[in-house]
């Protein structure tokens, strides 16, 4: 145990601790897998606590997993935040989306690769609740979005497709950006990003809705 | 053992009835979760061979892996040259390709999953060869894109960055039709990436390479 201050450490104190250090660890175990592949005895070895008193924290891997997935979309919010408040600047929305993302993602590259990984990988609760908070992006990117030069016209239903699009693109590319470690390979990465979304915004400058 | 016919089995037809069974215990064994959870131990008893005989058809679960891969991209590949023909008669690209995609994935729900899942939560190597192949289909996609009508001026680069975006709304496409086993939600997908690829392409027959 490390002594955080010199004050003696309260019981909640101690367990908000604990608590942390079992998100961590979990963090750590399933970087290269998934939570199906994680037990709860490894869990508690690697935080160094025994089994049952996980329990004073979870009650099961299953809703450790959804901690951290609520705990990643803090993560991921804040990079859809930054890239709503470029897409209102307008301009260089763009470069704008790309540099919040590879900044975002090179941050909390811990939170992005349980978010890539469970979405797909993990239990079917984890990825439900992952689907649900990337639906709740769309929605409000859609949202900004509809303030954008261009989509004046748009409806509803429209605004959202191309959110769906945009999304799908930041996250196509934050796990290519997650599956490399060479500067040179992620320059290129990001290139191809900045074409591919130029590419799409003359379409978005050119689409009428249908009504 | 079931015995397939009146002639007895020979030891090599007996030798590749075993193997097959080991794929296909494993697509079904890691349909949930990825091969990373999954010990040798679990699909010998799958199969009902001991854990030793394992070793007569794959050195590791990793091997194995790479078989899957293999087999997998047999059948993404069909659909890639379905897309890539459909692409080729240029007026509904976007229909067929969806067609394609659709009839695809619930023909081979299995090996779309499997794809899914260890592309970003597989063994590093299983991860590596997906990637390669997916580079590979981009890159044959991207010689068709250039017989299309309003790539003609388009620089080889441009191309590639095009293909890689169609790759990345099919992969994506693919992975939201293998998350839902609901008519009208995958109806809903189909018709989100049916005006998602229609944006795209306006911006494709609006698009000036720079050179």
Known sequence: MIETGTEPESRAERKLRTRRAILDAT????SDSSLNALSL???????????????RHFDSIESLGLALVE??????RDLFRDVRRNARADEDIVDGSIDAL???????????????RERVAGPRSVRGAIHREIELCERELATDLAL???TDAWTGKDLHVLSALFVSVLVSTAEQILSTTRVEQEEQIIATVRTQLRMLLIGVYQWRSER
Chains 1, 2 share one sequence.
């Open 148 to 150: 954008m030069t261009g």
């Open 41 to 55: 005895r490894q869990v508690a070895k690697q935080v160094g606590i025994v089994p049952t008193a996980f329990y």
């Open 27 to 30: 963090l750590e175990l399933c």
């Open 71 to 76: 705990e990643s979309f803090d993560s991921l």
């Open 102 to 116: 590879v900044d975002h993602v090179h941050r909390r590259r811990d939170h992005f690769g349980f978010i890539a």
